[in-house]
Nanobody
Framework: QVQLVESGGGLVQPGDSLRLSCVASGHTFGDYVLGWFRQAPGKEREPVARIRWSDGRIYYEPFVKGRFTISKDKAKNTVYLQMNNLKPEDTAVYLC???????????WGQGTQVAVSS
């Protein structure tokens, strides 16, 4: 069993920060890529960032513009998404996903809600 559990979402004001966590279990992830996605109300799911478990290689989608940082803690089997200077358009359910390097994402968490409003 591979399980991904997200946490850390909440309701914040524009300009605030949040750190999302994704705890992975059920497998060793040496050959995996862990990614963060988001789905806003009425919109399609879109990728945010990804990190390769083995060496920490990172890719960000251009819209992040330096506001978000993805990181990992191998000892805790956890991937983080640090989100700074949050904007209303960041409002979405944020999901963690995992897949073997070079393949499609196969495993998904249930998501954590992020709401940004004044």
């Amino acid at each position: 069993q591979v399980q991904l559990v997200e946490s850390g979402g909440g309701l914040v004001q524009p300009g605030d920060s949040l750190r999302l966590s994704c705890v992975a279990s059920g497998h060793t992830f040496g050959d995996y890529v862990l990614g963060w996605f988001r789905q806003a109300p009425g919109k399609e799911r879109e990728p945010v960032a990804r990190i390769r478990w083995s060496d920490g290689r990172i890719y960000y989608e251009p819209f992040v513009k330096g506001r978000f940082t993805i990181s990992k803690d191998k000892a805790k089997n956890t991937v983080y998404l640090q989100m700074n200077n949050l904007k209303p358009e960041d409002t979405a359910v944020y999901l963690c996903a995992a897949g073997l390097y070079g393949s499609s994402y196969k495993f998904w968490g249930q998501g954590t809600q992020v709401a940004v409003s004044s």
